[in-house]
């Protein structure tokens, strides 16, 4: 919602599109032809960051499953190390998996709460990336000797 006092004009833009963006750029289109500007044209990007998001997470599902895979084989071995190459392994994974958690949020201008119920396909996706993301640095970087 918008309200512009020295035009005595409000405008609220509802949708029902599961979209990061097309409440705001309908919002700033609307707001140019009030204003009497130029006209903008979007990229039409979102299109390509979903699927992108979706091959992100797909292969880390099946590096995962793999992972997963290959410790069920070796017997289920737990070997803690604290070495620096391990704990710097779970570190960077930690850093993306809450990058994804708290940036994609970010970028849509939305809650990370909010995110399931606005974009269940992507909410969803992401917790469960996440939590799958977690799991494997934790698998990857201390439980599995190699």
Not at 15 to 40: P, W, Y
Not at 58 to 71: E, I, K, Q
Not at 125 to 133: R, T
Request: no cysteine; aromatic share 12%.
């Amino acid at each position: 919602m918008v309200v512009l006092p020295e035009a005595e004009l409000g405008v609220t833009i509802l949708t029902n599109a599961n979209s990061f963006t097309a409440k705001n750029h309908l919002m700033d289109g609307v707001l140019r032809i009030l204003r009497e500007q130029e006209d903008v044209r979007y990229a039409r990007n979102e299109r390509w960051l979903r699927l992108a998001l979706l091959g992100a997470f797909t292969l880390g599902f099946v590096g995962f499953a793999r992972r997963m895979y290959a410790w069920r084989q070796a017997g289920f071995p737990v070997g803690f190390s604290s070495s620096t190459k391990n704990v710097t392994q779970f570190g960077v994974g930690i850093a993306v998996n809450a990058a994804l958690l708290f940036g994609i949020p970010w970028y849509m201008d939305v809650p990370l709460t909010q995110v399931p119920h606005l974009q269940p396909d992507l909410g969803y996706a992401l917790m469960l990336g996440v939590g799958v993301g977690v799991l494997d640095s934790v698998l990857k970087a201390f439980l599995f000797e190699r």
